[in-house]
C-alpha cells in the first residue's frame, strides 16, 4: 500500500489550502480514509476521517474550516482547508485503514486504528 500526499505549502492566515492523498496497493473504494497532522514533538492529532460510505467525522479544532473528501474513481482523498490558522501549521498525514472493515467510531480518531501511512506534507500557516 503507497499514499503520496501532497499540497503543503506557505500560506497566510485566512487562506485557504487543499491537500490531496493518491493512494494505490488497496481497494480504495472499501478503505476509511482519515487525516492526521504532527507537530514536531507532540504526538500525531486526528483531523478528518471519511468512510467508504462517505460519512465523515472531524476533530472540534476544524469543523466548519476543514472538508474532507474522497474520488474513488481516481483513488484519492482530499482534505480542503479554509480559514487556516497559525495553529493549524503541522505535517499533515493521509492514512488509511483496513479494507476488511470499517473502523469503529471510538477508534476514529487513533493513529493506531490506521495501518498504513503516507510521507506527510508540510503545512505552514503565518501570521
Known amino acids: 500500500v503507497q499514499l503520496q500526499a501532497s499540497g503543503g505549502g506557505l500560506v497566510q492566515a485566512g487562506d485557504s489550502l487543499t491537500l490531496s492523498c493518491a493512494a494505490s496497493g488497496l481497494t480504495f473504494s472499501r478503505s476509511d480514509m482519515g487525516w492526521f497532522r504532527q507537530i514536531a514533538g507532540k504526538e500525531r492529532e486526528f483531523v478528518a476521517h471519511?468512510?467508504?460510505?462517505?460519512?465523515?467525522y472531524y476533530a472540534d479544532s476544524v469543523k466548519g474550516r476543514f472538508t474532507i473528501s474522497r474520488d474513488n474513481a481516481k483513488n484519492t482523498v482530499s482534505l480542503q482547508m479554509n480559514s487556516l490558522k497559525p495553529e493549524d501549521t503541522a505535517v499533515y498525514y493521509c492514512?488509511?485503514?483496513?479494507?476488511?472493515?470499517?473502523?469503529?467510531?471510538?477508534?476514529?480518531?487513533?493513529?493506531?486504528?490506521?495501518?498504513?501511512w503516507g510521507q506527510g506534507t508540510l503545512v505552514t500557516v503565518s501570521s
Open positions: 492514512a488509511a485503514g483496513n479494507e476488511n472493515g470499517q473502523i469503529i467510531v471510538s477508534a476514529i480518531g487513533r493513529a493506531g486504528s490506521y495501518p498504513y
Open positions: 471519511i468512510r467508504w460510505s462517505r460519512h465523515t
